[in-house]
Each structure stands twice: as structure tokens, then as C-alpha cells.
């Protein structure tokens, strides 16, 4: 890690305490209302409202004349309260001003976290929690990422969408990117601005050993067949506790500002339900209303409008600037297409030097001229297996368009299976739009019979051979059964997923099926085994023998949410035909 992207944690204290960080509002209207005669606090919150940062000082400020009495202090009203305009003008003397047109990505994390604000208020009246706690302590849950956004730009994108991803697991993000743990930091200045106690019990709240049965309960939310009863006592008391209320209204108001997200905001729409045992109506009109508020409020977002994810408005990903150009990679595909054309081109022309080339002396006396065209031959062979390797190494381009689609189907099979008909269309429509949405040439769905020894085919897809060719790949049968096929077995144990490689599965690649064996193409494939109603009852194949390239990361990542998916589809056209 660069030297510069590392810091300790009194080192970014320090800058708090300093009031280093720039705020949003105009310290110049804020300065000609406390000069005049008969300014009031009142006066006072209307300008600096909406800016979290002037909030946070003023809670510090506020918060050591506090300190002696009893109670604490809960939001911007009863920190100015507490100060006085004499106050507030010792305190605006000491903050900075930031530059106009600048720091974009800090003002839009700031006016987030104004309507996170805003949603923990409605969601706590919803729920019956205490309102201003609530709502003071999502202002200020961001407080460390503020700070990072403010000092790293370039690194915003990758922090929005690891703190999007990885709610529970901050410290991680941190030490990843910054060396140095956001839960220290987080407590810390909690501490030292005297922000509710809240905010420090939030510091340190933990879900990451309970994010898989967190996940597992949303899903069965969305089929209605949730009971809090069945789900473990940890789990429990994490998604009831005052914690979670910040934590939800953060990541709603997060997602509803992106979209280029996705329009991922349902899951956390789903966890809000559980959490304060409220429709999803309601907790829609929550934040629809919040949303609306900061509209009419002229709260500045410099980056997404509120609601923009929720209008299926799905834009690029932002700071093109800092990630990587679509154009600049095509580009760059092509040249490496290009060189090994090149490449082919002079071992061609190397070939034939050596063909006309007279050997010496000593090669002519002991070697026929068989030897020689042999000799010559092997050489050319080896410069063509060179190449023929250089291409099978190429990874498949797998474009973002492609990327929203296949996520946006497996978002359609896990949250309305009801819209397909029956197991036949999911199957189809699934196998299809592997093939036709991703960089997969053929895929093979293999059905385990009632008797659990023999794998059944089912139903396959490929692409056509060529772009001009009316021909078909022909139909890929791997019927087989476990004896011929033991290594498979060991997939029938729970639900997992494998990239078989020919070089580096070398030994267990004589237990696989003739089709895949006996074809020279397949050197690499991917494999997943399908779990519903407790047991494995299902694999999915897919390849790229066709083209012989090799499939990305994300790609793999796609196949097995598509499996996931596709896993949850089944198991409920399965109940349904049960209960029928």
C-alpha cells in the first residue's frame, strides 16, 4: 500500500478536531445573519440545516458545554440552542470554506446522509422509536466516510460500492483501502463530539456472522413465509436492535441516489420490513416522503437526483475518469488480436526461412532429408501450438450491458417466480438467456434421477458455430452415471460450483462424461450443483468450447447467482405444484 493511502487513526482525528473538513453551506449568508441585531438561533438552522458537517461541529461545540449536566445532545435545534449566536460566530470563524465546483462526491454523500436523516426519523415514528435519536445518529453514522471522500476522490467509487456491498464488514474497507479500522475511527469521534450514545453502540454493531441467515430471512420475507420464531436468538436480537435503524435509513437513501446500482434498493427495502414488522408499502411511503421532502427543501446533490434509481433511470457508472474506459479496452482486445495475427504471420515466414535454408556440413552427413522435413515440420508445429495457446489464454469480453441483464433476470427468478408458468419455461428461458446474454457458446441443464445413480440429460443451448452459419452445435449429451462419473458425486453433498480446467484437473478429467472427454475443444468448463427442498437434485454446465476462450471472474460470479436463482425458481414451482 502507497504511503499516502495510509493513515492512523489519531492522524484523521486530528483533521476532525482541526475542522479541516470543508462544509456545504454559505458561511457568508450564515456570517451576515449573526451580524445583524436581533439575529436568532432560529435564523440560524434554516441556512445551515441541511449541511451535515456544520451539524457535527456545532454538536462538539455544544456537547463540551454539556458535558457537566445531565442529558445529551440530539440534534442541530438543541446544539444552537445550547451555543447562542455568540456561539455560532466562534464557531464559523473556525470552519473552512470549501472551493466552488468541487469535492462533488463529499456534497453527495453529505446530502445522503441528510435524507438518511430524514428516512431514520419517519421509519422511527413508523416503528414507535425515539425520533431525534434516530435521526441525529444517521446523520452523523457517515462520518468517517465524509472524511474519505474529502481526501481521496478517486477512491469514492471504490468506496460506495464496497460500503454498499459490505455494510456489516467496514473494517475490512478500510484496512483494504486505508490501513486503518473505520470502527476506531467511527467510535472515536463519536466520542469526541459527544454525538449520541447511539452512535457509539453503532460504531461497533456487527451483522457479518449473521449475513447469510440475514440474506436467507429476506428471501423468505419476499415469499411470505417468514417466522422470526425459527431464525436464531443472534439473529434476532441484531435485527431488532436501535443499531439497525441508522444502518437501514443510510443504505436506503444510498441506494435510492444510485443508479447505477441497479435499482438494488429491494433487498434493503426487505431487511427495513423485518426490522420494524411494517409493510413495504409503508416503508415505501417513508421514503418516498423523505425523498420529496429534500426536493422541495432544495437540498444540493450534486451527482444523482433522489429517486433516480426508484425510475429504472439506470446511468453509467460514475467517475468514468478513474475506471476503466469500455473504448480503451476494445482497443486494447483488438491490438492483442492483431499482434498475434502478426505473430502467426512471421512464424510462417520463419517456416519457410528455415525450409529454404541449407543445413551445415555436419547436420547434411548424418541427417536424411526426412530428418530435415521432419525436423523443420516439428518446428513449425511448435510456433502453431505457441499461438494456438496465446489464444486459448484470451478472456471473453463480457460487456456491463450484459452484465445488467443477467442480474436483472436473476433478480426476476428469486423475487417473482410466479411470472413463469411452470419448471419447463424457467428452465428454457434460463438456458437461453446464458447463452444469448453472456459470452456462454453451450450450456446443459443434467437432472439426477429418483434413484440418485444416474444424471439424466434434460435440456441444452449453443450458440450457432458462426455468425453466418445456419448449422446447429449438435446437442450435447452427458448422460452418465456416478460410477462412470465419481468425481460429480462429491457435488451432491450441497450446492457448490467448480471451474474445471483440463490442465490443472489433469487426473480427474478421464471420470468425465465421453462428450466432454472425448472433445479436443473443451479445456475449460463451469459447473454447479443445484440444491432445493433440502437435497441436490440438479447440475448446470456451461462452457466455451466453441471459441476456446476463457471465462472472467465476473462472469463466473454471474453463472453461479444465475444457479442460486435459478435454484430458488425451482423450489417454488415445486411447492406450488405440491399444495396443487
Known sequence: MSKNLSYSTQSLLHKFNEFQLPVSCDLENVKSVINQPGASTSDIISLTRHDPVFCLYAQKLAGERQKKRAGEVSGLTHALSLLGVDGVRQLVARLAIPEKHKYPELKQVLAESVLASSIAAKLAELKGSPIHENET?????????????????????????????????????SEILFNFKYSHLQQQVAESFHLPYLNQRLA????????????????????????????????????GAPEMLPVVANRLAQAVCS???????????????????????????????????????????????????LLNNASETPYQGYMVNRKKVRTKVLSALNALELEKGSAKKQSKAIKSKPLKKSLSDTLTDSSRESSVENLTD???????????????????????????????????????????????????ELVESTPIERVAFLVIQPNGKILNYLSTRAKKLSAGSQVDEPELDLTTTFKQTPIWYKFTQKASFLCFEKVKHAKYWSQLPDAI?????????????LAYGGQVRAFLYADMALSQQLPSEELMKDFRRLARALSVALRYHRTQKAHS
Request: aromatic share 12%; with cysteine; hydrophobic share 35%.
Open 259 to 309: 443508479p447505477w446500482l441497479r435499482n438494488a434498493w429491494g433487498r434493503w427495502l426487505d431487511i427495513a420490513c423485518i426490522h420494524t414488522h411494517k409493510s413495504k408499502k409503508k416503508i415505501q411511503k417513508c421514503v418516498l416522503s423523505a425523498c420529496r421532502e429534500m426536493i422541495e427543501q432544495g437540498v444540493d446533490f450534486q451527482q444523482f437526483f433522489p429517486t433516480s434509481a
Open 137 to 173: 445518529s444517521a446523520l452523523f453514522s457517515r462520518t468517517t466516510e465524509w472524511l474519505m471522500y474529502w481526501l481521496h476522490p478517486r477512491k469514492s467509487w471504490q468506496l460506495r460500492r464496497m460500503f454498499y456491498r459490505r455494510p456489516f464488514s467496514a473494517d475490512h474497507v
Open 517 to 529: 472427454d472425448s472433445d479436443e475443444r473443451v479445456n475449460l468448463f463451469l459447473f454447479n450443483s
Open 382 to 432: 511448435t510456433l502453431s501450438e505457441s499461438l494456438d495457446s496465446k489464444k486459448t489464454t484470451m478472456e471473453a469480453i463480457y460487456l456491463q450491458s450484459q452484465i445488467n441483464k443477467i442480474r436483472a433476470y436473476c433478480r426476476q427468478l428469486t423475487d417473482k417466480p410466479e411470472r413463469f408458468n411452470n419448471t419447463k419455461q424457467v428452465l428454457q428461458k434460463s438456458l437461453t
Open 204 to 239: 461497533n454493531f456487527y451483522f457479518f456472522k449473521d449475513t447469510r441467515e440475514l440474506l436467507t430471512a429476506v428471501r423468505l420475507h419476499r415469499q411470505k413465509q417468514l417466522l422470526l420464531e425459527d431464525c436464531s436468538r443472534s439473529f434476532r436480537l441484531k435485527i
